[in-house]
């Protein structure tokens, strides 16, 4: 996996979590109605490209600007190289593929439904669109990341960008792959 290996920063495969900003209303009603701080995720796929799912469906996209630290899941470093391979070429597969509105419309309305329905009403998803965590779901289950609950394993497109946070648990750099914190340098008196 070191030829994958970008720098102490950035990894392939990290997953980016985007907060919505105060004039994105779309944005944070997706963040409310997914009972989190989260609107969207993207896939890290170059030290300054992400795959992501927006209203336009599946694009490559350049990072505008590093992403905050806080905001980024550092899982790319733990997945194996021959499968996270694998995962990188189907998501590069999907750039394309149409959105999925209907998602978001459950993910909308899901406050309104008994909780019985899970994290959104299962008759209003389209298997052949997809959204961000979607998106972001299937590949991290294609690269055999196994931390997710196996709910959420097996029922993709029932994920939100702030149920991926949640079991990611997004953490700094240093701490996500066990790099010593540099120490202080002494003083000399």
Same mark, same amino acid.
């Given at each position: 996996?070191?030829?994958?290996?970008?720098?102490?920063?950035?990894?392939?495969?990290?997953?980016?979590?985007?907060?919505?900003?105060?004039?994105?209303?779309?944005?944070?009603?997706?963040?409310?109605?997914?009972?989190?701080?989260?609107?969207?995720?993207?896939?890290?796929?170059?030290?300054?490209?992400?795959?992501?799912?927006?209203?336009?469906?599946?694009?490559?996209?350049?990072?505008?600007?590093?992403?905050?630290?806080?905001?980024?899941?550092?899982?790319?470093?733990?997945?194996?190289?021959?499968?996270?391979?694998?995962?990188?070429?189907?998501?590069?597969?999907?750039?394309?593929?149409?959105?999925?509105?209907? !998602?978001?419309? %459950?993910?909308? /309305?899901? =406050?309104?439904? +008994?909780? *019985?329905?899970? @994290?959104?009403?299962?008759?209003?998803?389209?298997?052949?669109?997809?959204?961000?965590?979607?998106?972001?779901?299937?590949?991290?289950?294609?690269?055999?990341?196994?931390?997710?609950?196996?709910?959420?394993?097996?029922?993709?497109?029932?994920?939100?960008?702030?149920?991926?946070?949640?079991?990611?648990?997004?953490?700094? !750099?240093?701490? %996500?792959?066990? /790099?010593? =914190?540099?120490? +202080?340098? *002494?003083?000399? @008196?």
């Amino acid at each position: 996996m070191s030829d994958l290996y970008l720098n102490q920063d950035s990894i392939i495969g990290d997953l980016v979590f985007l907060r919505p900003t105060a004039q994105d209303w779309q944005g944070q009603i997706i963040a409310r109605a997914t009972a989190g701080p989260y609107c969207h995720v993207q896939v890290r796929v170059a030290a300054d490209a992400v795959i992501e799912a927006r209203a336009r469906g599946v694009t490559r996209s350049a990072l505008a600007a590093p992403p905050p630290e806080e905001d980024v899941a550092h899982i790319g470093w733990t997945l194996e190289g021959a499968r996270l391979a694998h995962a990188l070429t189907w998501l590069r597969r999907q750039v394309g593929q149409r959105y999925d509105w209907l !998602a978001v419309l %459950a993910d909308g /309305v899901k =406050t309104a439904l +008994p909780a *019985a329905l899970g @994290s959104r009403a299962p008759f209003l998803v389209a298997p052949s669109r997809l959204d961000c965590s979607e998106l972001a779901a299937r590949f991290l289950t294609l690269a055999g990341y196994m931390w997710l609950p196996d709910e959420q394993m097996m029922t993709p497109q029932r994920v939100s960008p702030n149920d991926l946070a949640r079991a990611l648990k997004p953490a700094p !750099a240093c701490a %996500a792959r066990n /790099v010593p =914190t540099p120490a +202080p340098e *002494a003083t000399v @008196s």
